[in-house]
């Protein structure tokens, strides 16, 4: 990858790859953040690190001990050492004297340097190891023996005790399974655990475990090739998620050898000198505020104390937009095999919009970043364009060119003419990663960092320009209509079409919806928006859209002075549109707005809920909107803990930028009913419905894995007196659930409750298992309509 291009174009033409000269600046920089182990380069566009005689005497002089991945047994690179047409077939059950041959081999090279040997074997390329029985016991006895096999030749090469030769067994994707089936594995080897390649670790050491005398440790990625998606461009992995994990390894005692796979080294600095310093002292790292702290410091270091606040803020935003979606994933394919570009789940007509408000979002960071890059100092702009500049510029700019192709192809069926100007800025975005990308290869440092940086990694279909639709007409100029709540626009020819009532405004959450102003056809016209009621009121009222000026669209945002509306009569009446907004019929006042252009009006309804409840005068919580009461889940009306854990929040990460946990995590379980009552701590959300029935209680949680067999990833949820539903968010292996939830990063699950009247309720969170952190809370009483995240609380203004 870009590593290896850099080497061997740019560096180190001696020998056209990653070699000496390449791991000895390598090696300075590990030493330099207080590291001193490695696993060399693996892929097969790299030649093995052994190949080069003079790579294990650089090491050597550097104090670096070598090991090697999970799938590279014995320190030896199967991808491409194994050699078909001399060796045969890489099956140990087979052709295991070859195999021996080979380990043999290295471990005579390699017997009085420094390294640690990973004992087990998998198959060749990342692939699980054949056997001749396709059972789970053959394949346990199988590497049982592999493993034996392998310490004998440890004992003879190195003429020691294999229990003082430092060994590592990695129980990586299949070869947990094995373990997990009783695989025997001798007590001093040390437990690599694994992430599951998104940065959740896959499993920890039980209490039995942590009395090994080989310890253990942990392998963690931040980037990956492989399904569900590739993301091996620009680190994406939040800091406060690798934190957490990482204090939960460290919680659960892997402390003996931490392994992070960083890709191509450059794109993934920050969080590099943030893993080594976790690694070097953990007590520096108690809580997540500590990682932002961590991150100010750094960046005052870098680029001065005047712009380290700003700076960090900038990071923080671009990881909780990453957290929500990873940019590499932005384009809704897979690989494995490679699909083309699928339909996003980002609605654009609910709950105000999320593709533009994610557009919105990057913008920001877009003009901050970009103010900040012209008034650093000329002596730290070359390090500010590669730690922050072109990181953020690159999310941001892959993100709008599929989010603008998204909009292209939603305006595109409606007519719109702004449909050619979002595939325009779809294609600027696309652009502009071009234009950064060869300014850090070519231009940066007088091209000191040319090769090292792609934009497109495997060429998948999400770095391509997405195709985009035109709208071309030679008809006049027209106004069209499009509402929130609806995916077709305004339309007088369809009969009951119901696109032209908006959503009903509800005088508790003060909620304002949007209506897009657009022209179909060519010119220019006039267009004025009359509200008939003066409680109506409009960000704008009147202007100008002119296909020849580009100004082709305007979105209009209505919003309500309560102060004005007269209180709704307590009285059912004819339903407004196709009222799906599950608001009752009853204490509604209803309005329109009429919208006039080139002598036409269109009328737009407007009804607000406004009952003035007196039980709401002083209330303070959550309520129902239209159907569903939406909670930020740090955000309890009361919290209590348990016997012996307690409620703690973390900051920094889920889709809220703060989720909250029932710590500390070896605390005990509780899945008994009575006992989950009694002793385990809840939290307890107070919420007003104007509805009753059937609920859904979706629960949105970051998707962590179960530590080990005794601790799961459960909670347990009621509404007012009901007895606790535990709600159970564990995956089971590659499946695709799991690959659902590490798209998100988030992990959705629900308990039916009976809301049993319209009035004041409570929501209560047990905690069952230690450590699980819950992002979000809806109560859905029939109202959710499709997005991809929750829709923003319902909080009572």
């Not at 094995?178 to 992430?195: C, F, M, R």
């Not at 959740?200 to 475990?209: A, D, F, K, T």
């Not at 304002?512 to 267009?527: A, C, K, Q, R, S």
């Not at 709600?727 to 049993?756: C, H, M, P, Y």
């Amino acid at each position: 990858m870009g590593l290896q291009r850099w080497a061997a174009l740019n560096f180190e033409h001696e020998t056209g790859d990653i070699g000496p000269k390449t791991y000895a600046k390598v090696f300075e920089l590990l030493l330099r953040l207080r590291a001193n182990t490695i696993w060399p380069a693996m892929h097969s566009s790299t030649k093995p690190f052994y190949s080069y005689p003079e790579n294990k005497f650089v090491a050597d002089n550097y104090a670096i001990v070598i090991g090697t991945s999970h799938a590279e047994p014995m320190l030896s690179n199967i991808n491409t050492e194994w050699k078909h047409d001399t060796m045969g077939e890489y099956r140990y059950d087979t052709n295991s004297e070859t195999i021996k041959n080979l380990f043999t081999k290295r471990a005579k090279e390699t017997a009085k340097y420094d390294g640690i040997y990973t004992v087990g074997m998998r198959g060749e390329h990342d692939s699980p190891m054949i056997v001749g029985e396709d059972d789970t016991d053959a394949q346990v006895n199988l590497l049982e023996r592999v493993i034996t096999d392998q310490r004998a030749i440890l004992k003879k090469e190195t003429k020691k005790n294999p229990t003082k030769v430092p060994q590592a067994f990695v129980p990586y994707k299949e070869v947990l399974n094995y373990y997990q089936s009783g695989l025997k594995l001798p007590e001093d080897i040390t437990l690599v655990w694994t992430d599951d390649n998104y940065g959740y670790m896959r499993q920890l050491s039980n209490p039995q475990e942590q009395t090994r005398p080989g310890g253990a440790g942990v392998y963690y990625h931040t980037s990956y090739w492989g399904r569900p998606h590739d993301y091996l461009w620009l680190n994406s992995t939040n800091p406060v998620l690798m934190w957490e994990e990482m204090s939960k390894a460290y919680e659960f005692q892997s402390r003996d050898i931490w392994i992070l796979n960083c890709g191509d080294i450059k794109p993934h600095e920050y969080n590099i000198e943030l893993f080594f310093d976790m690694a070097w002292d953990m007590g520096n790292f108690e809580k997540s505020t500590a990682v932002k702290t961590h991150m100010s410091t750094w960046a005052a270091r870098e680029f001065g104390k005047a712009s380290a606040s700003e700076i960090t803020d900038v990071l923080f935003e671009n990881n909780r937009l990453a957290y929500i979606r990873r940019p590499e994933f932005m384009a809704w394919s897979q690989v494995e095999p490679v699909t083309k570009e699928g339909e996003t789940e980002l609605t654009q007509y609910h709950y105000g919009d999320e593709v533009s408000e994610r557009i919105n979002s990057y913008q920001s960071i877009i003009e901050t970043t970009e103010r900040l890059c012209n008034n650093i100092d000329a002596n730290r702009k070359d390090a500010f364009y590669q730690l922050v500049y072109y990181p953020v510029i690159g999310a941001s700019k892959l993100n709008q060119k599929w989010l603008y192709s998204f909009k292209n192809k939603f305006t595109a069926k409606q007519g719109r003419q702004s449909a050619n100007l979002f595939a325009n800025l779809s294609k600027e975005a696309f652009n502009r990663i071009k234009e950064e990308t060869a300014y850090y290869n070519t231009k940066l440092q007088n091209g000191k960092w040319n090769h090292i940086m792609t934009m497109a990694p495997r060429f998948l279909p999400v770095f391509a320009q997405p195709a985009t639709s035109s709208v071309q007409t030679e008809e006049k100029a027209k106004l069209g209509l499009a509402l929130e709540g609806y995916q077709m626009e305004v339309n007088d020819d369809i009969i009951n079409s119901y696109a032209d009532v908006l959503p009903v405004f509800n005088r508790y959450t003060n909620s304002g919806y949007f209506i897009d102003v657009f022209v179909e056809g060519n010119g220019t016209l006039n267009w004025e928006a009359k509200p008939k009621a003066d409680w109506i009121k409009l960000s704008e009222e009147k202007g100008v859209l002119n296909t020849s000026s580009g100004e082709v669209e305007k979105r209009i945002w209505v919003r309500i002075d309560w102060d004005k509306v007269p209180k709704g009569e307590n009285k059912k009446e004819a339903p407004l549109g196709h009222d799906f907004q599950l608001i009752p019929p009853s204490f509604k006042v209803n309005s329109v707005i009429d919208f006039i252009s080139e002598g036409k009006t269109t009328t737009i309804g407007v009804s607000v809920y406004n009952p003035k409840l007196d039980a709401l005068k002083s209330y303070k919580g959550f309520v129902e909107d239209k159907g569903y009461v939406s909670i930020n889940a740090e955000n309890f009306t009361r919290k209590n803990a348990g016997k012996e854990a307690k409620w703690e929040l973390f900051e920094g990460m889920g889709y809220t930028n703060k989720v909250i946990t029932a710590l500390p995590r070896t605390a005990t379980p509780n899945v008994n009913i009575e006992e989950i009552k009694a002793n385990s701590p809840v939290l307890e959300y107070d919420f007003y419905t104007f509805n009753f029935g059937e609920a859904q209680v979706n629960l949105q949680a970051v998707p962590t894995h179960a530590p080990h067999a005794g601790i799961g990833v459960r909670c347990a949820v009621a509404i007012d007196d009901a007895d606790p539903v535990i709600v159970d968010f564990q995956t089971q292996g590659r499946s695709e659930a799991w690959k659902e939830n590490v798209l998100k990063n988030a992990t959705v699950k629900a308990a039916k409750q009976i809301v049993n009247k319209a009035g004041a309720h409570t929501l209560k969170i047990w905690m069952v298992d230690p450590g699980v952190m819950i992002d979000q809370v809806l109560i859905d009483l029939g109202g959710r309509k499709a997005s991809y995240a929750f829709p923003k609380e319902t909080v009572k203004k």
